[in-house]
């Protein structure tokens, strides 16, 4: 007799190794088989209706933990409220336009500017095709629930065609018209950049002064040796300067410093005269920004004039509290010039260099701009 045979214990069907990479697999295809999806969603049925919108990742390589985290975190929610009585579908999507795609294209040695566009897009078509289906597989993988069967894709004509419904709607109800609107750019790719393409990274730039003389001072500030004292970061956009932002509410100090008088905010003065090394100045008169609204100022540079405007975005964290104001270059800049009916000069082409609108600086690339503006403005 076997020792174990004496032994009065249970027996379980259970495995005893977990062997995960194989019960993986077959844990899926029981989901799938037994249409779990479907059945978690029926019983709910005519009850309160949830619906999680999927904003869809980009198609444009395997998923990561951000990816994981995105969508592990909408499949509870969506769990969550099916089991408290809530009809909660989650119909997952994905993104197939734009630059991500292009870019990994690019990667791959393909060359946009060798071929037409039918076959450029088409490529783009296979490539974001082909990477939706890694991504779902991998997605299904993490024991995310959806209706994996009816994605929505953008590039879908379905999906198209409806977006151009969408539009005509809009368009008849008078919301759709043309004008200039400011966007980011990327010189390198040549293309517009949505909002979710961009990423910040802290970057060392240069910051100058610069002292735009005072032409007309509305009888309230004596323009002979006066200077409105902008601060930038952007020394190639000096070129397409229109006008200079005060803010209504901020009160300005004219400061004597030599023979000359210098406007700054008042907020930042202290903080202006330390930077720029103004040792030995003097407040000879205070005015309220709202007083200071076109006024008119000499370009440093160039034979134009600069008009003072108000600007609520003007704020005393940095600079000197009068800020350089490009309506072709920012959006800040652009809305307050669409309001005082600013020329929107943008001199800059596709490839971020000037175009013959500046001939001095023709061809020349933005950052490049920027070294010989500081050498001008010396």
């Not at 008849?172 to 517009?192: D, M, Q, R």
Request: aromatic share 12%; with cysteine.
């Amino acid at each position: 007799m076997r020792i174990k045979d004496t032994l009065n214990l249970g027996k379980t069907k259970f495995k005893m190794r977990g062997n995960l990479p194989v019960r993986e697999s077959e844990w899926q295809k029981q989901w799938r088989e037994n249409k779990l999806y479907e059945q978690r969603l029926k019983l709910n049925e005519g009850k309160p209706r949830f619906d999680l919108h999927d904003g869809p990742p980009f198609a444009n390589g395997n998923i990561h933990m951000g990816h994981a985290l995105n969508k592990i975190s909408k499949d509870i929610i969506v769990r969550y409220k099916n089991m408290n009585g809530y009809y909660a579908p989650y119909v997952p999507g994905w993104d197939t336009h734009g630059l991500p795609v292009e870019q990994q294209l690019a990667k791959k040695g393909v060359d946009r500017k060798t071929m037409d566009r039918a076959k450029y897009r088409e490529l783009c078509r296979q490539y974001a095709e082909e990477q939706v289906e890694k991504q779902m597989t991998d997605f299904k993988r993490l024991g995310v629930m959806a209706d994996w069967d009816n994605p929505y894709i953008t590039l879908q004509h379905d999906f198209e065609a409806q977006e151009i419904r969408v539009f005509g709607e809009m368009f008849k109800k008078g919301y759709i018209y043309k004008g200039k609107k400011p966007v980011y750019w990327s010189w390198s790719s040549e293309s517009t950049l949505a909002e979710a393409e961009v990423e910040y990274k802290d970057v060392e730039a240069n910051s100058i002064f610069v002292a735009f003389p005072v032409t007309d001072g509305k009888g309230i500030i004596d323009p002979k040796d006066t200077y409105f004292v902008i601060w930038t970061t952007t020394p190639w956009t000096i070129p397409a300067n229109e006008a200079i932002c005060v803010n209504p509410k901020f009160d300005y100090s004219v400061v004597q410093v030599g023979d000359k008088r210098y406007v700054v905010a008042s907020g930042l003065l202290d903080k202006v005269a330390e930077e720029i090394g103004w040792d030995d100045y003097k407040v000879v008169q205070t005015v309220r920004g709202a007083e200071m609204e076109y006024m008119k100022a000499k370009h440093p540079i160039y034979d134009k004039e600069s008009l003072v405007i108000e600007g609520f975005h003007v704020t005393l964290d940095d600079g000197t509290g009068l800020v350089h104001t490009a309506p072709g270059f920012g959006e800040d800049d652009f809305n307050v010039g669409q309001k005082c009916k600013l020329p929107i000069f943008s001199p800059v082409d596709a490839h971020g260099c000037y175009t013959d609108e500046v001939p001095e600086l023709k061809g020349m690339f933005y950052q490049d701009v920027d070294k010989l503006m500081i050498e001008k403005l010396k």
